[in-house]
């Protein structure tokens, strides 16, 4: 037997010690050794443990989603309610979740290394308590100063910082063949919360509130949610695990923040999800101003609205734009997701003139689409990208893994920055065509930037069909 057979028949040896080895379980659902790309440990005990943990971090995170959209409802339901607002009072109640659930996905994207998956989900379940008990109380009594609905309303923000924890976390527990199907997934499941909220709410309020008061109830809007949290965390608790390799990787994180990289996708981000979170957060408001008689419709003691389709169609062409992506490369898509929302940010105008409500929101719900797609293939430029800009497999992996979690909370701005802008024009004129006619410019500039960086030939990124 040669040198070389010997060597390797040793290797092959220690290869399967190092596959047959045993996890190890600590107390309090800790795991040691847990390793994805081990195919055999995968097989027998790693797929179910990722599975366990991705379905309770899928339905955290839809109940985060489900909290950070539940003021953009409510705020249509409050005046019925006795509430006395401005315009521009619902919209800062519409919109300082985005804020403020956008600044907490930073701090949220180090939690998990720092108190463990399990242990930081039950902690970002139960801080969902916060706003939706706030609301409760609030929604109550129609006294209650706008100062202080504000102030409910920003503790929405704790569902907007879901994602960051728990898109971090479940990136540990798959294999890389598998990690983007599991984060699909995670994100789609988050993102489809709020078409649940913006569908349940209304029914809650009318028909929950006959049930108990013979009338409308609008702060069930906030009580409905505490079982189903409680769920969460109790779920969360007893059926997830921390993983004692998953650590925080601050140098990356500081080395993508110097990356020009970071901060195109981010902006491209702005355009796809944060319109995406902006529309879908206005969008019960906006029918309820230009078509009040269609804004709600009445079946039996329920009140339905159709603003949940947004947010619908939107999550669930998510996926879809990611697919796009793996075929064409990230660029191309997005490409065409920023042509398709200018050219419907100014069909919508024209829409709104007719008078027509079914085609109002038949364009709205493309321009949900495009952006949910968008969503999906500008999330899938990243790896690509800065596997480009750095040329070291190791490195590009490291510093794009940081990325997602920065991308992801500028990107969330855009929830804020959207129904601000309609606050503003509609403060001065009156009326919303100014805002889209600022939204489709900025689409066009987006394209223009997203062709000139990534997918022009002849430029390193246009050639590596980022």
Not at 154 to 169: D, I, K, P, V, W
Request: overall charge positive.
């Amino acid at each position: 037997m040669s040198l070389d057979t010997r060597q390797q028949g040793l290797l092959d040896d220690l290869d399967t010690l190092a596959v047959d080895e045993p996890l190890r379980h600590r107390p309090n659902r800790w795991i040691d050794g847990y390793n994805p790309e081990n195919e055999t440990q995968w097989n027998r005990e790693g797929r179910g443990i990722a599975r366990r943990n991705l379905n309770w971090s899928i339905y955290v995170e839809f109940l985060g989603f489900v909290v950070w959209q539940l003021w953009s409802v409510a705020v249509v339901a409050m005046p019925a309610a006795g509430f006395s607002l401005s315009t521009s009072q619902q919209f800062w109640l519409i919109s300082v979740p985005s804020l403020v659930g956008a600044t907490m996905r930073f701090p949220y994207t180090f939690m998990v290394p720092i108190f463990g998956g399990r242990m930081w989900t039950v902690i970002s379940a139960l801080l969902l308590l916060l706003p939706v008990v706030g609301m409760g109380m609030c929604l109550g009594n129609p006294d209650t100063p706008f100062g202080v609905l504000l102030a409910v309303a920003a503790l929405a923000g704790f569902g907007g910082g879901n994602f960051a924890s728990s898109m971090t976390n479940i990136t540990y527990y798959f294999p890389a063949k598998e990690k983007g199907w599991a984060l699909g997934l995670n994100a789609a499941g988050g993102n489809l919360g709020s078409a649940v909220a913006q569908f349940t709410v209304p029914i809650v309020i009318t028909a929950g509130g006959v049930l108990l008061t013979g009338g409308p109830m609008v702060s069930l809007a906030g009580w409905f949610w505490v079982p189903f949290i409680l769920l969460g965390a109790v779920g969360a608790y007893y059926c997830m695990n921390s993983l004692s390799h998953a650590t925080a990787d601050v140098s990356s994180y500081l080395a993508a923040l110097k990356h020009g990289q970071l901060w195109v996708i981010a902006v491209l981000y702005i355009g796809t999800f944060g319109s995406f979170m902006g529309f879908a957060s206005v969008f019960p408001k906006l029918i309820a101003d230009t078509f009040p008689q269609f804004s709600a419709f009445t079946i039996g003691a329920a009140t339905l609205s159709l603003a949940f389709l947004g947010a619908l169609v939107g999550s669930l062409a998510r996926p879809y734009g990611g697919k796009l992506a793996d075929k064409f490369g990230g660029a191309r898509p997005t490409i065409a997701a920023f042509a398709v929302m200018a050219i419907m940010a100014l069909a919508i105008i024209g829409l709104l003139r007719l008078g027509n409500f079914w085609l109002f929101l038949l364009g709205f719900l493309v321009l949900f689409i495009a952006s949910g797609m968008g969503n999906g293939s500008t999330y899938r430029m990243i790896p690509t990208a800065f596997s480009l800009a750095y040329g070291d497999d190791q490195k590009a992996t490291r510093a794009a893994a940081s990325s997602l979690g920065i991308i992801s909370a500028i990107g969330a701005y855009g929830g804020f920055l959207i129904p601000q802008v309609l606050r503003i024009v509609h403060e001065n004129t009156r009326g919303y065509d100014g805002a889209f006619i600022g939204f489709a410019a900025g689409y066009l500039v987006l394209l223009a930037i997203t062709w000139g960086v990534y997918a022009r030939k002849g430029t390193t990124f246009g050639d590596g069909r980022v």
